[in-house]
């Protein structure tokens, strides 16, 4: 798998909401409503990951939050595999925060 040019990286990025592109990865901070629902919400992007055949880096943070950062290091950039998981992590179910 190639890695994108930058003109398709500002495309693919136009069709997610909420995601930005941070040093060659692509990122969204999720924010839940409690701990609990950070670690189900972590459980679910996981099993998708590995779905995929790919391992973005998760981080939990602030007792509520799931950042989360996708890159192919095997390409050396950003790459359609990447935009396809955070398309579908963007439609897991989540519960706001207060």
């Known amino acids: 798998m190639t890695a994108l040019t930058e003109a398709e990286i500002q495309a693919e990025l136009k069709t997610l909401s909420g995601w930005e592109v941070r040093d060659a990865h692509l990122v969204r901070t999720f924010q839940t409503p409690s701990f609990a629902h950070a670690v189900l919400f972590l459980g679910a992007v996981a099993q998708l990951a590995e779905a995929a055949g790919h391992h973005p880096d998760l981080r939990l943070h602030g007792w509520n939050k799931l950042t ?23 439609q897991l179910p989540q519960r706001q925060s207060k």
């Open 68 to 90: 989360v950062e996708l890159t192919t290091h095997s390409a050396g950039g950003l790459t359609e595999k990447d935009f396809s998981l955070a398309r579908q992590i963007s």
